[in-house]
């Protein structure tokens, strides 16, 4: 679906006062908004054509380190300038933020204006451009959760995190009673991110204290992963608006249930679901079984788009709903990878590998890739596996750690041929650089597991 606003209805808006501040903003390698905020006056006359930025966006770490192992962009390369050319496509109203529009860029290359490859943006262009030459529309849907808690940001990180407070006490999945505390919040982000052309569907509380999820209509893949990042900014500053604050970490206690950004998936053709037959016992055509194929066989190689830090993959513990075998199921969400809508026109596969720190442009070209390499390659799909699936047997398993996720990732020929050898090498050096990090960290278990007992 479209933004809700055009260029025209933009310059009407702030010639009668309602909007006098756009953001420009990009996708950086974490999936967050990074940017300006321009005065709208300005961007109507001439910001709206494009602005530039410095290209170490596309090569730090959570704490904007400057890491040094990019050959895109270093201190000896001077770190110099992107283009950030809006997409007037994605103009939207901001109505949590007073008189405020918001603008997606993408990255180009300051000297050719060509897409930056590894801009997470021009990733995933690049994949739906390969479902368009092979006669698809690639459609897609993030479901995305997160934990409300009562402290503030500030709070939190002045006391380094410690006595967080969830909003819900227990366990209120799904219950009408025991998400009316996060009401006046939740109502205000669905509001919020549907007055900001944002179809959102719905919002419930998830399997764990504090945990809620929030869901936006189906849509082409591009539009999606807009969604998606947006979705985040605003439930955050909603948050924080009301003195309270959210994480999309996978897993922010090991005590508690990870949260998840499970990917909804389809092709279609002529207007029509192309994973749909109406004379498969399960409706399920065969090019959603060459298509689901690609991304079993490929599952190991992507999973470092999916889960792409250390902390990712604390998440998949057994029996907490997050998968640890790389299978296919028909409606079990105990399985990697499950059809969901099984005989009805709105069949699709689910990937529930990834969480909620995931980098939707990433995830999706990642999926995007290895399913159609199955479709190019008319792959089998093996049998469905059945049960609970902790259990099963010598099944293809989830990558245990991101080193090891992110060495199939390097010598993936697969991920190189669809994202390019320097995309690949980019993001390879963005895992290798969370693992050093985080080995180089003492951490609180180190302490309390060894200091009177070392």
Known sequence: MPANLTFDSLKAAVANGEIDTVLACIVDMQGRLQGKRFHARHFIESGWEETHC??????????????????????AAGYGDYVMKPDLASLRRIPWAAGTALVMCDVLDHHTHDLVPHAPRSVLKRQIERARAMGFTAYMATELEFFLF?????????SGYRDMTPMARHNVDYSIFGTARDEPIMRAIRNGLY?????????????????????????DALDTADMH?????????????????????????????????????SLW??????????????????????YIAGQLAHAGEITAFLAPYVNSYKRFVVGMFAPTKAVWSLDNRTAGFRVCGEGTKS?????????????????????????LEGVARKLPLEPAVAGDIYLAGEVREIPKTLGAAAELMSGSAMLRTAFGDGVIEHYHRAALWEIEEQNRVV??????????RA
Request: glycine share 10%; net charge negative.
């Open 54 to 75: 410095c290209n170490y966006l596309l090569a730090t770490d959570f704490e904007m380190t400057t890491v040094q192992g990019y050959k895109a962009t270093s201190w």
């Open 150 to 158: 009562e402290q503030s940001y500030a709070s939190l990180f002045d």
């Open 195 to 219: 007055d900001a052309g944002i179809p959102v569907e719905c919002s419930k509380g998830e399997a764990e204290a504090g945990q809620e999820e929030i869901n936006a209509k189906y849509s």
């Open 229 to 265: 990042t947006i979705i985040k900014l605003g439930v955050k500053e909603i948050a924080q608006q009301n003195g309270a604050s959210a994480t999309f970490m996978a897993k922010y206690d090991h005590r508690r249930a990870g949260s998840s950004s499970h990917v909804h998936q």
């Open 269 to 290: 053709a002529g207007g029509a679901n192309a994973f749909h037959d109406p004379a498969d016992p399960h409706g399920m055509s065969d090019l959603m079984r060459h």
């Open 347 to 371: 069949v699709r596969v689910e990937c529930r590998i990834g969480g909620a720190d995931l980098n939707p442009y990433l995830a999706c070209a990642a999926l995007l890739a290895a399913g």
């Open 443 to 452: 951490t609180d278990w180190e302490v309390a597991r060894g200091f009177d």
